[in-house]
């Protein structure tokens, strides 16, 4: 039989406010990163400045990338900086797998900032941190597409085009894709109504990635997908949907006929809530995490396109819409 894990509701502050500053058996039953995703939520909705340092400093205890990035953008706020820089600091000094360019640029940010203690823990880290290492890298700006560009057909077909025909062909999806794809309040957002994919310019050979997502509960048929290395896909979609075998979750590799293809449980969170993906793709095998549940556990991908083949060894990232409105935000890549 299926596990099926608890979908957490987060959308009422006052709850959020009560299982995380006072319920401790409450908050200790929300992953990280469920917890990261309550705290953001805390802070959009208060202005109340002890609210939002006594959040930040919460943030710290996630211990997650994204937090670590999230607190970071407060530093410049003269109100939360202080706390900001605590948990910028926290989170590295415990987590030297988040070395990079980023995580380097806040910790140095953050060190004027910090009590004696945490100042020399901070820079002992930074002393023994490889300066070679780019870490995490956002794709993914928050005001504009830069980086970005529309769809042309698979990798199979678009390896047979000339140059020319690829590059009409690419004016043409370009075009299509700034009507379906905006930047609405810093999250990137399909608007659209058919199926054209947003892909990177780069392509990606083994990576991980970490990326926030959120179906419109009020879209038809809510429906997205994260394609990697050009290839559908990992799934996104609202459980409810009975009809299409949306109840086994999203995470899973929904494309695969002959390895798995459903997540190992339902990890989702309510429809029209935001959800946490981190993926990790070495060779043809991929490992999901779902709000911080492994769904997917090293799994073979097959190559869609033509399954006598293995999957292609380098190619873009895409993220997929379903005619229905999906919002991502948060989107980091780690080339491995």
């Not at 202080?82 to 070395?99: D, F, L, R, T």
């Not at 990798?155 to 999806?173: D, H």
């Not at 290395?229 to 109840?247: C, E, H, K, L, S």
């Amino acid at each position: 039989m299926r596990r099926i894990v608890k979908t957490i509701t987060l959308t009422s502050t006052f709850m959020l406010a009560s299982a995380l500053f006072g319920n401790k058996t409450l908050a200790q039953e929300l992953t990280p990163e469920n917890q990261l995703i309550s705290l953001r939520h805390i802070m959009e909705q208060t202005d109340d400045a002890d609210t939002r340092r006594a959040t930040l400093r919460l943030i710290g205890k996630t211990g997650t990338f994204q937090a670590l990035m999230y607190a970071g953008s407060y530093i410049k706020d003269k109100a939360l900086a202080k706390q900001a820089a605590e948990a910028v600091a926290e989170i590295a000094v415990a987590h030297p797998e988040y070395n990079g360019d980023n995580t380097r640029d806040l910790v140095r940010e953050a060190l004027p900032l910090l009590d004696k203690k945490a100042r020399a823990a901070a820079r002992k880290w930074l002393d023994a941190a490889p300066r070679e290492e780019k870490g995490f890298v956002s794709i993914f700006n928050g005001t504009n597409l830069d980086g970005w560009k529309g769809l042309v057909e698979n990798p199979i077909a678009r390896s047979r085009m000339s140059e020319e025909q690829m590059r009409e062909a690419q004016a043409k999806a370009d075009v299509q894709m700034r009507k379906d794809w905006v930047v609405e309040d810093g999250l990137l957002t399909y608007v659209g109504h058919g199926f054209d994919n947003l892909c990177t310019v780069e392509q990606y050979a083994d990576f991980e990635m970490t990326v926030d997502w959120r179906l419109d509960p009020n879209g038809a048929e809510p429906d997205a997908g994260v394609y990697l290395r050009g290839t559908p896909q990992v799934q996104i979609w609202d459980i409810r949907r009975t009809n299409v075998g949306a109840q086994v979750g999203s995470g899973g590799l929904y494309n695969n006929q002959s390895n798995e293809s459903k997540p190992s449980c339902v990890a989702d969170n309510r429809l029209g809530e935001w959800n946490t993906f981190f993926i990790r793709m070495k060779g043809d095998r991929v490992t999901v995490v779902l709000n911080g549940i492994t769904v997917v556990d090293n799994v073979v991908m097959e190559n869609y396109w033509d399954r006598k083949q293995p999957i292609f060894p380098k190619e873009q990232i895409e993220m997929q819409a379903h005619g229905s409105k999906v919002q991502f935000r948060d989107i980091y890549v780690r080339r491995i």
